[in-house]
């Protein structure tokens, strides 16, 4: 067994406090913000996010309160009133959406902390978030304005390029020295026929 010499360690007790982490934090309003999120497998095959949440004043600052909302569950019923409490917690952080759990880290709002009985005996009670509103309009403290962000819009495909229709090429304009002169009369066989003057046939020539 190892020994340790404690001559050198100079500690007085009367400064250290009891500890009073485990203790429940009264029930009310406070100012806090999430400190983790992720999405957890549950027991039933379903889905929870699971937060923590840091209490930053009026009173029990550094404390932590652990949530869960059901995200997927067999119930119905339980992950419908999962979804909506998610979403009422997004709305007290003034965020119009989250693309990722990430967003909603370091964002100040006001938390309403209740207490849960527990059902188990070997259990003991627990604090919980019961209800979420803007940072300051609820805990009496000085209103903090949350970090903005700017959700990115989904993108849309483009529309496909329609092809730019060319116009069609300007036929060549011949010449007008290339352009062909319309025949002189009298000079196609016809015409010459009907151009040569007609012999003057008298009375004297006709063979009767």
């Known amino acids: 067994m190892s020994f340790i010499d404690f001559s050198s360690f ?21 100012q806090m913000f999430i400190s983790k999120a992720e999405l957890r497998p549950t027991k039933s095959g379903g889905s929870m ?11 029990h600052q550094g404390r932590k309160i ?19 409490q ?29 207490i ?27 209103a903090v304005q949350p970090q903005q962000r700017t959700v990115a819009a989904p993108r849309r495909p483009a529309a496909p390029q329609r092809p730019v229709q060319q116009a069609p090429a300007a036929r060549p304009q011949l010449p007008a020295s290339a352009k062909a002169a ?14 040569e003057p007609e012999a003057d046939v008298g009375d004297e020539n006709i063979p009767f």
């Open 182 to 195: 319309p025949a002189a009369r009298g000079k196609m066989p016809w015409e010459q026929q009907a151009a």
């Open 66 to 84: 652990f949530g869960n909302f059901n995200w997927e569950n067999a119930n119905p019923v339980a992950q419908e009133i999962g979804r909506k």
């Open 49 to 59: 996010i699971s937060v923590t949440y840091d209490i930053t004043g009026p009173t």
């Open 10 to 30: 100079d500690v007085n007790a009367a400064e250290y406090d009891e500890d009073s982490s485990f203790d429940l934090v009264p029930a009310g309003w406070y």
């Open 116 to 142: 849960q009985k527990s059902k188990e005996p070997q259990y003991e009670d627990s604090n919980r978030v019961t209800a979420f509103a803007a940072a300051g309009s609820k805990s009496g403290g000085s």
């Open 86 to 114: 998610f979403a009422q917690q997004v709305r007290a952080l003034g965020l119009p959406g989250i693309q990722s759990l990430d967003d909603l880290i370091n964002m100040p709002f006001d938390g309403k902390v209740g």
